[in-house]
């Protein structure tokens, strides 16, 4: 296999390995940003023309290639731009639907253009779907780059190789043209692709790495609920000074960084931020809303040897959640440490909570 023949399969399964890690993604948090992208990956992993219609021996009629070659670019885009905006923001704003909806108006105008004489040659025909695309992965890729993806180098090739791919794909109304520059461009594209698809795959099935197992966490098994910090302190001593520790912690992340043990793994829950923050100690920004993704990492800490788990942030995640689906998150994750050994240990004043809520915390927990 030679190195021209080589570039379509690179692009194939790097689209296809993309698709799939959004789509995890996507059924694993169950957010209306990952699923938006993730149709948009669909899209152009399927590439029509390339790796359907030409297999079937469809060839499409050229006056309407024009058209049709276009329209995915503009498709894609809005999906990309849309899926950022909710991965950024949480929720579409009124200034992002007026945006996208002038996008979307000036795109239908252009289409309708095709199919009369003002383009008259193929540069000035490519020229916006190319950097609406282009445009649109490198808005997706600075949106991951910024607020979700950590900085690990392997996990940023999955918002670079977005960028870099399309920044290649602003410069294509010209270069697809240069004859000696088509087929590095080609090149250029599937190494692109394959570095977002290499950092996509990390950043969702591999996003923690590996910790040493706790040696000094000396505080009993078990499930543990006190009122105060403080009452932890003189109960157990100083928790957050050990290693092998998770803290699920509402606590500002720069007084963090002076107070607890190197090898603590810490979540902060906030809407502020996403993604990794810190290497030593690790500390990921989680929004409040994500508690299946957080009982997965948890999951896999505790596996990783991660001994105790600390949580003061529980009333912030009832207001964020309700109190069912806190307390479903709470139990889960209580029985999973408990079942293997490990403590848990719950900071929440109960006189905040209804007396039903009361007695369901005070049966699992001990105080």
Not at 15 to 20: A, D, G, I, K, S
Not at 168 to 193: C, D, K
Request: no cysteine; charged share 20%; net charge neutral.
């Amino acid at each position: 296999m030679n190195g021209e023949s080589f570039v379509p399969y690179l692009n194939f399964i790097s689209r296809w390995v993309l698709f799939v890690a959004v789509f995890y993604k996507a059924y694993r948090t169950r957010e209306k940003g990952w699923a938006i992208l993730t149709t948009a990956f669909f899209i152009d992993a399927l590439d029509v023309e390339s790796y359907i219609l030409e297999p079937l021996g469809i060839i499409l009629h050229p006056d309407a290639y024009a058209i049709a070659s276009k329209i995915p670019n503009f498709i894609i885009a809005f999906l990309l731009m849309w899926g950022a905006v909710h991965l950024k923001y949480g929720e579409s704003r009124l200034k992002h639907v007026v945006y996208i909806s002038l996008f979307s108006v000036i795109s239908y105008i252009w289409l309708l253009l095709l199919a009369t004489d003002v383009f008259n040659n193929p540069t000035t025909r490519a020229i916006l779907p190319s950097l609406a695309f282009g445009g649109g992965l490198i808005y997706v890729g600075n949106v991951l780059r910024k607020y979700v993806v950590s900085h690990h180098w392997v996990e940023m090739m999955f918002p670079w190789g977005l960028i870099l791919l399309g920044a290649l794909n602003l410069t294509y109304p010209v270069t697809r043209f240069i004859e000696w520059f088509a087929p590095i461009g080609f090149f250029m594209g599937a190494v692109f692709r394959l570095m977002t698809a290499t950092g996509a795959t990390k950043f969702v099935f591999y996003p923690l790495t590996p910790v040493m197992p706790p040696t000094d966490v000396k505080i009993p098994p078990g499930a543990y609920l006190f009122p105060t910090r403080e009452e932890v302190v003189h109960r157990f001593g100083n928790v957050w000074d050990k290693p092998g520790v998770i803290l699920i912690t509402r606590e500002d992340v720069g007084m963090l960084k002076e107070n607890i043990h190197p090898n603590t793994l810490v979540f902060w829950i906030t809407r502020a931020k996403e993604g990794k923050l810190e290497e030593s100690p690790t500390i990921y920004a989680m929004g409040p809303t994500k508690i299946d993704i957080l009982t997965d990492l948890i999951t896999r800490a505790i596996g990783q040897g991660y001994g105790l788990i600390y949580i003061d942030a529980l009333e912030y995640l009832m207001l964020e959640n309700g109190f069912e689906n806190a307390v479903k998150f709470l139990l889960n994750v209580k029985d999973r440490v408990v079942s293997a050994g490990g403590t848990i240990i719950l900071v929440a004043n109960l006189r905040t909570l209804e007396p039903r809520q009361r007695r369901i915390l005070e049966r699992e927990f001990s105080h």
